[in-house]
Nanobody
């Protein structure tokens, strides 16, 4: 069993930055993939970024590429999402998710919420214009 706890959300002006954290407790396999998704009341849960623990390979949604950076600290069992140059359309609740199954970071399944077994409670990011 894996427990995920997100933190770091808040209110920021457009162009600003935030760093989200996803702390994991419990067993994490070496091929685990941790991803960030986001959701607004109007939309379905949307894939943002993912990272594989073993080789630090990453994947980003086109909408955040060049602005967001995903990373992990294995000593803290924590995955980070650095959000730079934020836009009002980035406003959402951000969730981290993890699977211990060896899904491909480069494949389409990495962006499917159904592939993930564990979810955090979410952290809210609000970007004002």
């Amino acid at each position: 069993q894996v427990q995920l706890v997100e933190s770091g959300g808040g209110l920021v002006q457009a162009g600003g930055s935030l760093r989200l954290s996803c702390a994991a407790s419990g067993r994490t396999f070496s091929n685990a993939v941790t991803a960030w998704f986001r959701q607004t009341p109007e939309n379905e849960r949307e894939f943002v970024a993912a990272i594989r623990w073993s080789d630090i390979s990453t994947r980003y949604a086109d909408s955040v590429k060049g602005r967001f950076t995903i990373s992990r600290d294995s000593t803290r069992n924590t995955v980070y999402l650095q959000l730079d140059n934020l836009r009002p359309e980035d406003t959402a609740v951000y969730y981290c998710a993890q699977t211990n199954r060896p899904i491909s970071v480069s494949g389409g399944s990495v962006g499917s919420p159904g592939k993930y077994d564990y979810w955090g409670q979410g952290t809210r990011v609000t970007v004002s214009s």
